[in-house]
């Protein structure tokens, strides 16, 4: 398995807080099964746009300190997770240090309150760029839907689901298990912030809730492996094949409380 989406550079952000910390995390990862990895350390597109020499150097020392601790059996990559609280200028979405990789997609969210309209906007500009967009989380999103993902996709986005959040009896949680049930999602990674968030749960998940239709085994294979290989190798994502996940009826009665 394949995590684009990680918070395992110690101190420069909200995620671990030590090297000690980052190389268990990526011990129990490799026990897991994951072989790469990359590094997205949080970064606000308005410090980008002032000057992101400062915010890479950062990020490419703190790599460099990492790798000759972690496990040989992990590659670790470079990457950001970019909350666009502005729009990014023409020469940041130029600059591939600063996405997925070295790749021409890049890792991106939104404040927590943004609106549809405006989130449609954002993705289609980083998409007229060549560039493909890769939404982390989207189902953390009140304009999350169906529907809205569809138009998201529509504009050159592609969807991030957090593995952990699949599993939780919430409104969230019922939002990313629709986005995968739909054939939705593109990539499933752990966010993890030095804590034992993994893609193993995710697989647990949805092999024991969605488990004996033959899709499964073949979607996840696209969500954990295949499309984050192409998005390291800068190759096109492939489409995932939609599934039955059977909503239990906790899950009901807590989205209707939540909701």
């Given at each position: 398995?394949?995590?684009?989406?990680?918070?395992?550079?110690?101190?420069l952000?909200?995620?671990?807080?030590?090297?000690?910390?980052?190389?268990a995390?990526?011990?129990?990862m490799?026990a897991?099964?994951v072989?790469?990895?990359?590094m997205?350390?949080?970064?606000?597109?308005?410090?980008?746009?002032?000057?992101?020499?400062p915010?890479?150097?950062?990020?490419?020392?703190?790599?460099e300190?990492l790798?000759?601790?972690?496990?040989?059996?992990?590659a670790?990559?470079?990457g950001?997770?970019?909350?666009?609280d502005?729009?990014?200028?023409?020469?940041?979405?130029?600059?591939?240090r600063?996405?997925?990789?070295?790749?021409?997609?890049?890792?991106?969210?939104?404040?927590?309150?943004?609106?549809?309209?405006?989130?449609?906007?954002?993705?289609?500009?980083i998409?007229r760029?060549d560039?493909?967009?890769?939404?982390?989380?989207?189902?953390?999103?009140?304009?999350?839907s169906?529907g809205a993902?569809?138009?998201w996709?529509?504009v050159?986005?592609?969807?991030q689901v957090?593995?952990?959040?699949?599993?939780?009896?919430?409104?969230?949680?019922?939002?990313?298990?629709?986005?995968?049930?739909a054939?939705?999602?593109?990539?499933?990674?752990?966010?993890?912030?030095?804590?034992g968030?993994?893609?193993?749960?995710?697989?647990?998940?949805l092999?024991?809730?969605?488990?004996?239709?033959?899709?499964?085994?073949?979607?996840?294979q696209l969500?954990?492996?295949?499309?984050?290989?192409a998005i390291?190798?800068d190759w096109?994502?492939?489409?995932?094949?939609?599934m039955?996940?059977p909503?239990r009826w906790?899950?009901?009665?807590?989205?209707?409380?939540d909701g």
């Amino acid at each position: 398995m394949i995590d684009i989406h990680s918070h395992l550079l110690p101190g420069l952000d909200d995620g671990s807080r030590s090297p000690g910390q980052s190389v268990a995390v990526l011990r129990q990862m490799a026990a897991d099964g994951v072989t790469d990895m990359i590094m997205t350390p949080h970064l606000n597109a308005s410090e980008i746009n002032a000057d992101p020499e400062p915010a890479i150097a950062r990020r490419d020392a703190a790599l460099e300190r990492l790798k000759p601790m972690a496990p040989p059996a992990i590659a670790l990559h470079p990457g950001f997770e970019i909350l666009l609280d502005q729009p990014l200028t023409p020469l940041a979405l130029g600059d591939r240090r600063l996405s997925l990789a070295g790749s021409r997609y890049y890792l991106v969210e939104f404040p927590a309150m943004m609106v549809g309209e405006l989130m449609t906007g954002a993705l289609r500009e980083i998409s007229r760029a060549d560039l493909v967009p890769v939404l982390a989380h989207p189902e953390r999103y009140q304009a999350c839907s169906p529907g809205a993902v569809r138009v998201w996709r529509e504009v050159g986005a592609r969807m991030q689901v957090d593995a952990q959040t699949l599993s939780r009896p919430t409104s969230r949680g019922y939002q990313a298990r629709q986005l995968v049930a739909a054939g939705l999602a593109d990539v499933i990674a752990a966010d993890n912030h030095g804590d034992g968030r993994s893609l193993r749960s995710a697989v647990e998940f949805l092999r024991g809730r969605a488990g004996g239709q033959g899709v499964v085994e073949q979607a996840l294979q696209l969500l954990t492996r295949i499309n984050p290989l192409a998005i390291t190798e800068d190759w096109d994502l492939a489409p995932v094949p939609e599934m039955v996940v059977p909503e239990r009826w906790v899950e009901r009665v807590r989205r209707f409380l939540d909701g």
